[in-house]
């Protein structure tokens, strides 16, 4: 399709999301997982992370799951995101939405050629959903795709998505869709870009091993944990700074990369603190907040060599030493 958000909007309009509906999902994510509920007309609902995975916290999911269901307002459909590269466990999430019926939704967007216990990511519940943006380990310049093992949702995404036209000789036309197709440039260049997925994957896992080998002995400096049912394709190298520790906050050591040209970014700021959901319900929130607060994303592309690794690691480190103290007078 011709994004992910696009992928993510038909997807749950293919599961007759619509308004009076609730569709829940983590708050340490980027606006297009929640977005694409918006589009529907329903509400969306914002769940904390677990610290372990930095994904949707399942106890959570489950408690409040077994909550909604006595007072007889279940979700539509749940929608975890596998952040950073990242899959979710998708064994608690599924085992409880099935238990009460509810449709899940996989936002893979950011966890191509990832795997949780062996499996792809993008294979747990109805459909998942991937992006081929230009910032991710494998792209399109813009693009995204759905995939799902049920035929008869695949068909009809494929209809709704070349502007729901119906099978005649002149145009007819039933129902409302979209032109949300790859052009055929485009998905060729995706179709060369799968061959080299593995070795994409493998570039930016090797970059969080040389980022951990020269930062990790900084105190206060935590990177994101890889949880351990999976394979994550560490998509971004994300790191925590607790300033009581290390001397300096966060945003001390993006400035300071800033300054010699090198990009970094805060985590996801929540969607429950963004303007737009003010007021929107949140379960929870303050492992999401803290990571915002402390959370970086380091220059995580596939290209990058041991020099610029090197570089850009040494930038950290001397925004990391205390001042030189004044010359004596």
């Known amino acids: 399709m011709s994004s992910g958000t696009a992928a993510l909007h038909l997807a749950l309009r293919l599961l007759e999301v619509g308004p009076g509906d609730e569709?829940?999902?983590?708050?340490?994510?980027?606006?297009?997982?929640?977005?694409?509920?918006?589009?529907?007309?329903?509400?969306?609902?914002?769940?904390?992370?677990?610290?372990?995975?930095?994904?949707?916290?399942?106890?959570?999911?489950?408690?409040?799951?077994?909550?909604?269901?006595?007072?007889?307002?279940?979700?539509?459909?749940?929608?975890?995101?596998?952040?950073?590269?990242?899959?979710?466990?998708?064994d608690a999430i599924v085992r409880a939405c099935e238990a009460h019926g509810v449709a899940v939704v996989e936002d893979a967007a950011e966890a191509i050629g990832a795997t949780y216990r062996d499996k792809?990511?993008?294979?747990?519940?109805?459909?998942?959903?991937?992006?081929?943006?230009?910032?991710?380990?494998?792209?399109?310049?813009?693009?995204?795709?759905?995939?799902?093992?049920?035929?008869?949702?695949?068909?009809?995404?494929?209809?709704?998505?070349?502007?729901?036209?119906?099978?005649?000789?002149?145009?007819?036309h039933s129902q409302v869709g979209y032109n949300y197709r790859l052009s055929n440039l485009l998905a060729a260049v995706g179709r060369a870009q799968l061959s080299v997925l593995g070795e994409r994957v493998d570039a930016r896992r090797r970059n969080c091993a040389r980022y951990r080998d020269l930062l990790g002995d900084l105190p206060g400096v935590t990177f994101m944990p890889e949880a351990s049912y999976g394979r994550a394709t560490r998509w971004l190298t994300v790191l925590t700074v607790d300033p009581a520790e290390l001397?300096?906050?966060?945003?001390?050591?993006?400035?300071?990369?800033?300054?010699?040209?090198?990009?970094?970014?805060?985590?996801?700021?929540?969607?429950?603190?963004?303007?737009v959901f003010r007021g929107s319900r949140v379960v929870g929130g303050a492992v999401s907040e803290s990571f915002f607060d402390r959370g970086l994303c380091l220059p995580s592309g596939s290209a990058l060599t041991d020099t610029d690794l090197e570089r850009i690691a040494s930038v950290v480190r001397r925004a990391c030493l205390p001042p030189a103290p004044a010359p004596a007078s």
Not at 68 to 83: N, Q, S, Y
Not at 143 to 165: F, I, T
Request: aromatic share 10%; with cysteine.
């Open 120 to 172: 792809a990511a993008g294979s747990f519940g109805r459909c998942g959903v991937f992006s081929f943006n230009g910032n991710k380990i494998i792209t399109t310049a813009g693009g995204g795709a759905m995939v799902s093992d049920d035929e008869d949702l695949v068909q009809r995404a494929r209809w709704l998505a070349s502007q729901a036209r119906d099978p005649a000789p002149h145009y007819e």
């Open 23 to 90: 569709v829940w999902c983590p708050t340490l994510t980027f606006i297009a997982s929640v977005n694409a509920a918006v589009y529907q007309g329903a509400e969306p609902v914002f769940f904390d992370v677990s610290r372990d995975t930095w994904t949707l916290d399942p106890a959570l999911l489950e408690e409040e799951l077994e909550r909604a269901a006595r007072r007889g307002k279940l979700p539509k459909a749940v929608v975890p995101v596998d952040l950073y590269g990242q899959c979710c466990d998708y």
């Open 247 to 275: 001397g300096v906050d966060r945003e001390s050591i993006r400035i300071a990369l800033e300054k010699e040209n090198i990009e970094a970014r805060p985590v996801w700021k929540p969607m429950h603190l963004q303007p």
